[in-house]
């Protein structure tokens, strides 16, 4: 979508004094962040820092409290949305799903085709009651085919590598063709070979016109399409950058309270202890 006509349409996310309590707990305060359609962002930030509450806000799975007066907590030009409709703009890509999957007995033979397809139905793996449409079919063949994995398309997620079956639960939210993908701490347990694949496929999935929010803690997950790095810590957004602004030795060591050194090779970053 052209920029000019990308910058009349509603923000993807807009809030403003930004408050959610968990239990006795408050995991974000008074959050202020807008991100625009189309825009590829990475929300950095050590274990325990918010940044996960911060996407279940983002998908209503979360609410903040009442705040100021001047609070706003709309997506996609909106504060009053369904549930279902609104997580239909979205596909969310959690390895919880794949803990899941490997908790229900049932399922653990679900192949990568029932997998990508379940995302039309927002469930692990297809169950008698779905109806599978000639037009999904078509639609899951050429997700399958784009993260090429449609080799796989009859083999179980049990019988795949962690790599394959993080491309699985990709395709798995990209079926319904959402607006934006979500990918929360996509690498982590992922070998150094299959980091470097899922790299490659990042690049690719930033070139097919739609929003990344990537969540992550790992530096060497930040592809050079990911133009700017939201820090979060202790609950807040402490930065929000260019990834030459933000992605320094300084910055970051204070981020997570160590002392870092970063490398960088060309247009990729990552950091060393000091």
Known sequence: ??????????????????????????????????????EHVAILGP???????LVKAITRELYPIAGTRD???EVLGRDDW???????????VEL???????????????????MVLSGCFNSLGLWPHHVVTRRQEKQARTVLKFLEIDHLARRPLSEMSSGE????LIGRALVHRPEALILDEPTNSLDPGAVREFRVLLRKLSRAGRSLLLVTHHIADLVPEFKRVIMVGGGKIVGDGSRARMLTS???????????????????FDVISA
Do not use: C, W, Y
Request: aromatic letters at 4%; a positive charge.
């Open 1 to 38: 979508m052209p920029a000019a006509r990308r910058s009349r349409l509603p923000l993807l996310v807009d809030f403003r004094g930004l408050t959610v309590v968990r239990g006795d707990r408050t995991v974000l305060k008074d959050v202020r962040l807008r991100i625009a359609r189309g």
């Open 47 to 53: 274990n325990g820092s918010g940044k996960s509450t």
């Open 71 to 73: 609070f706003r907590f």
């Open 82 to 92: 369904d549930v279902a409709e609104l997580r239909t703009h979205f596909g969310i």
């Open 96 to 114: 919880d799903l794949l803990q899941n999957l490997s908790h229900e007995v049932t399922l653990r033979q679900v192949t990568a085709r029932e």
């Open 165 to 168: 079956q993080r491309r699985v």
């Open 250 to 268: 300084p910055v970051l060591s204070r981020l997570f309270g160590t002392r870092l050194r970063v490398v960088r090779r060309g247009e990729d």
